[in-house]
């Protein structure tokens, strides 16, 4: 099975500043999906981002970014100019295109944002 | 966006009593939808897939006669509790995929149901 880790359980970053939450994951296919979700404290998931392995391109949505590293099998999230709004746990997944549609999530990063 | 509604949002029961929760695509046809379970600051764990008009298919280590899923419609999906114990307390949360494959690769979720069993 698809491993998928989040080596921050807590990050804090600055209102208007910039923070890169990790996620790494270990696989042996070459087709996949990979997503971050948020989580804020209404427990209400919400898709962030995605990112289809076999596109070279780095995936953004507004102020969300992802570095797609697949030899180095990482996918970090950018968040730049950060909000208040931001604060949430936030859940990197992944999704084989072989076995079905479910999701494998990592264990989560807690983002604080600061005023 | 599409959006699926789960509820109850939060039931307590007695031990030993049978709880029901819903999942519900509002606005489009859920060939697929997945119910995990969340425990506080932990991530979701992926209990079983549920394919409309087929049996679900649940992960290792869930018990299928505890947990039980039908899925008789395109549109609802419902997760069973059966004989709670404290021990299934949680936060459950149920996910849809859209019919359509040219966003088949998007789960939409519910808000999660949390279960207290006294």
């Known amino acids: 099975a698809q491993t998928v880790t989040q080596s921050q359980p807590e990050m804090s970053v600055q209102e208007a500043e910039t923070v890169t939450l990790s996620c790494t994951y270990d696989t042996s296919e070459s087709d996949y999906y990979l997503f971050w979700y948020k989580q804020p404290p209404s427990r209400q998931m919400i898709l962030v981002i995605r990112?289809?392995?076999?596109?070279?391109q780095n995936a953004t949505e507004n102020r969300f970014s992802v570095n797609f590293q697949k030899a180095a099998k990482s996918f970090s999230l950018k968040i730049s100019d950060s909000q208040l709004g931001d604060a949430a746990m936030y859940f990197c997944?992944?999704?084989?295109?072989?076995?079905?549609?479910?999701?494998?999530f990592g264990k989560g990063t807690s983002l604080l944002v600061t005023p | 966006g599409a959006v699926v509604s789960q509820h109850p949002s939060w039931v307590i029961c007695k031990s030993g009593t049978s709880v029901k929760i819903e999942c519900r695509s509002l606005d489009f046809q859920a060939t697929t939808m997945f119910w995990y379970r969340q425990f506080p600051k932990q991530s979701l764990m992926l209990m079983a897939t549920?394919?409309?008009?087929?049996?679900?298919?649940?992960e290792q280590g869930v018990e299928k006669d505890k947990f039980l899923i039908n899925h008789a419609s395109l549109t609802l999906s419902t997760l069973t509790v059966t004989s709670a114990h404290p021990e299934d307390s949680s936060f459950y949360i149920c996910s849809a995929r859209d019919r359509v494959e040219t966003s088949g690769d998007i789960q939409y979720f519910g808000a999660g149901t949390r279960l207290s069993v006294l």
């Open positions: 997944a992944y999704r084989s295109s072989n076995s079905g549609y479910a999701l494998n």
């Open positions: 549920s394919n409309e008009g087929s049996k679900a298919t649940y």
């Open positions: 990112q289809e392995a076999y596109k070279q």
